[in-house]
């Protein structure tokens, strides 16, 4: 198995909505990301968790809150998000060497913020 | 991460190769260069990656410059499928500062014609 999956896949939400998207793998990898995509621009960096614990932030506005429950999954928690946020978030993961491993990446929650 | 330069886009006809090149004159010795293609609607893949030697496997080629100021990814058979943004990147197994990141630049929007 070597797929990231995303749910949901789609989600529309006021600026005062909490919502969150999930991220799971079973690939045994212990470093997860998150990325934030714009319309055709590359996707950046949000954060990386590095077995378990956060290890680079981005410099994320705190309306975005990452959380790891465990090896497998990974959250991101939204709250009081602007329209500005809306566009593709990618999860991703790799073995647990996050300087060299190949990233495998789930196919993405689509956030539109009204 | 040093930069990389990519063409905007790039057009093939199904069945011919297609060589998709990268410039990154400021490369490091300890850079290695990694390809990701991100298919429509889809997350990115990771496609190859090589330090200093040219390398093949089942996806593509990639050929490395003597002085590794230059790649280029070569697709053997272009297919349909393969119509992508496909995104050069430098990675430094040293981290630092770029500690687990994937710093995707611009891309070159590959289309193939039937």
């Known amino acids: 198995d070597t797929e990231v999956t995303q749910t949901p896949k789609h989600l529309v939400m006021g600026m005062t909505n909490k919502k969150s998207l999930k991220c799971e793998q079973h690939?045994?990898?212990?470093?997860m990301y998150w990325y934030k995509q714009k319309a055709k621009k590359p996707p950046e960096l949000m954060f990386v968790y590095s077995y378990e614990k956060l290890s680079i932030n981005e410099s994320v506005p705190s309306r975005f809150s990452p959380e790891c429950p465990n090896s497998s999954l990974l959250n991101l928690h939204l709250h009081a998000l602007q329209p500005e946020d809306s566009a593709l978030y990618l999860c991703?993961?790799?073995?647990?060497?996050?300087?060299?491993?190949?990233?495998?990446f789930g196919p993405g929650t689509r956030l539109t913020v009204l | 991460d040093a930069k990389t330069t990519q063409p905007n886009s790039m057009e093939s006809n199904e069945e011919e190769p297609v060589h998709l090149p990268c410039n990154h004159s400021t490369i490091s010795g300890t850079d290695y260069i990694h390809w990701y293609r991100q298919l429509p609607s889809q997350g990115p893949e990771y496609v190859i990656h090589?330090?200093?030697s040219n390398v093949n496997n089942r996806m593509a080629s990639l050929a490395i410059a003597e002085d590794r100021k230059s790649s280029t990814l070569i697709l053997h058979r272009a297919t349909l499928r393969d119509a992508a943004v496909y995104y050069c990147?430098?990675?430094?197994?040293?981290?630092?500062?770029?500690?687990?990141?994937?710093?995707f630049g611009q891309g070159t929007i590959l289309t193939v014609h039937p």
């Open positions: 090589g330090l200093t």
């Open positions: 991703a993961s790799s073995r647990g060497q996050p300087n060299t491993d190949t990233q495998y």
């Open positions: 990147i430098l990675r430094d197994v040293d981290g630092g500062t770029s500690y687990g990141k994937l710093t």
């Open positions: 690939m045994g990898h212990r470093a």
